[in-house]
């Protein structure tokens, strides 16, 4: 009875959550790579999946970043600047600071 | 999507069904490390806790559910704010009969402060200390009916894909008593030590299986009332807990076994069985 009980309680929840997180993901697509400046980053303190979403997230409130995406296992960022726009990496190194990660160089 | 949908599914029948006949504390891996500035953090954790074997003949025998439900927010980098809110209940008994409870349990508000964060191509390693207050709902009978103060030091290492954390938390409870029987609760000390071993799934890199392992320490003092301890109250119990935790971009399904190896109980109070939890953290 106790296993029943936290069986349909824990399922019922987690189903809820995943099945909404699937539900709401957009289909990114990926845009033509050469209408976009890619710059990448090295960024130290990256340590598991969960870690570069804090990452990504503050590095896209960035107005002239058109997409942001982290690899904990390469310590790397790749940013997509938005046409026309000028990027600051000095914005780039503010954003991988307060997500508590350190910048290593610019590989591209 | 879908198969991953249905891999999660089944990985967490599994960890119910495995854990379902334990009590737990929570996988302390990363306690030192503060999240990313703006990032937010819905945690939840079904806990059982089992007590028995009665010293005395009454047969007594206590099951505890305990739903936690809690939200934190990196307020600044080095700065999270923490609310919990957990929802309990539990079954006594005795002497061949039952009694239900269910409520809520004390909120909490706490604040963690990363105090050093190191990041190099090496290592990470990072040290944040927290200060929470417990308030009483003082709806039923899980809460404290005290104010209660707590503080504790957290240390994270990590290197290539192994972590290592070391964990101190002192609570001062009973500083304000909002009941009329004037208890003091007693003191908790806690000690934790923990190790992990994370193993990268797919090509990707946006999945991730961590097998855990820790060793925890607690003392609970006695209650005071009048200057004197109560009896039947206070408890030190060593617990070994293996868990595991796996993680997808912003989700981490997460269970933990509780095994305690030794436990000494003030006067007639139950052993504790092993326990366990498993849940669920979704940052966005």
């Given at each position: 009875?106790?296993?029943?009980f936290?069986l ?7 189903i809820?959550?995943i099945?909404?997180?699937v539900?709401?993901r ?10 976009f ?8 303190g990256m340590?598991?999946p969960?870690?570069?979403g ?9 107005p002239a ?7 904990w ?7 997509t ?8 990496d000095?914005d ?5 600071g307060?997500?508590?990660f ?7 | 999507?879908?198969r ?5 599914y ?30 937010w953090?819905?945690?939840?954790q ?9 010293p005395?003949?009454?047969n007594?025998?206590?099951d505890r559910?305990?739903l936690n ?7 600044r ?5 923490v609310?919990?809110?957990p929802?309990v ?7 061949g ?11 909490s ?49 990590r ?5 290592s ?8 409870n ?7 029987r004037?208890?003091n609760?007693g003191?908790e ?8 071993h994370?193993?990268s ?15 925890s320490y607690?003392n ?14 206070g408890?030190t ?23 305690p190896?030794w436990?000494?109980q ?10 366990g939890?498993?849940g ?5």
């Amino acid at each position: 009875m106790r296993n029943r009980f936290l069986l349909v309680l824990v399922s019922s929840f987690w189903i809820g959550v995943i099945g909404c997180t699937v539900a709401n993901r957009g289909v990114i697509t990926e845009p033509a790579k050469q209408d976009f400046e890619i710059r990448i980053y090295e960024v130290l303190g990256m340590d598991c999946p969960g870690c570069h979403g804090g990452l990504e997230k503050l590095v896209r409130k960035i107005p002239a970043v058109q997409e942001a995406k982290a690899n904990w296992e390469k310590r790397q960022l790749v940013v997509t600047v938005r046409p026309g726009a000028e990027l600051n990496d000095e914005d780039i190194y503010d954003a991988i600071g307060r997500a508590n990660f350190t910048v290593g160089k610019r590989i591209k | 999507m879908k198969r991953l949908f249905w891999m999660l599914y089944v990985v967490q029948i599994a960890l119910v069904l495995v854990l379902s006949d334990a009590i737990a504390a929570g996988i302390s891996v990363d306690a030192g490390l503060t999240p990313a500035e703006d990032r937010w953090i819905l945690r939840t954790q079904m806990r059982y806790m089992e007590r028995d074997d009665d010293p005395t003949s009454m047969n007594r025998k206590m099951d505890r559910y305990t739903l936690n439900i809690v939200l934190a927010y990196g307020l600044r980098r080095n700065l999270t704010l923490v609310l919990k809110q957990p929802v309990v209940h539990q079954e006594i008994s005795m002497a061949g009969s039952t009694s239900k409870d269910t409520g809520l349990a004390n909120l909490s508000l706490l604040a963690k402060y990363g105090i050093y964060r190191r990041n190099t191509p090496e290592h990470t390693f990072g040290v944040a200390m927290t200060f929470g207050l417990e308030l009483p709902t003082g709806a039923d009978a899980f809460t404290s009916e005290t104010w209660d103060v707590n503080s504790g030091l957290y240390m994270s290492w990590r290197r290539g894909s192994w972590a290592s954390d070391f964990n101190i938390a002192y609570a001062w409870n009973g500083l304000a008593d909002e009941s009329s029987r004037g208890t003091n609760p007693g003191d908790e000390l806690s000690l934790d030590w923990a190790l992990a071993h994370q193993f990268s799934i797919g090509g990707e890199a946006e999945v991730a299986l961590a097998p855990v392992l820790e060793v925890s320490y607690k003392n609970i003092g006695q209650d005071r009332l009048y200057s004197h301890d109560v009896a039947d109250t206070g408890e030190t119990i060593l617990y070994i807990s293996p868990g595991i935790k796996f993680t997808k971009s912003s989700l981490i399904l997460e269970a933990l076994a509780q095994i305690p190896v030794w436990q000494e109980q003030e006067g007639s109070q139950l052993k504790r069985s092993t326990g366990g939890f498993v849940g669920i953290r979704f940052m966005f």
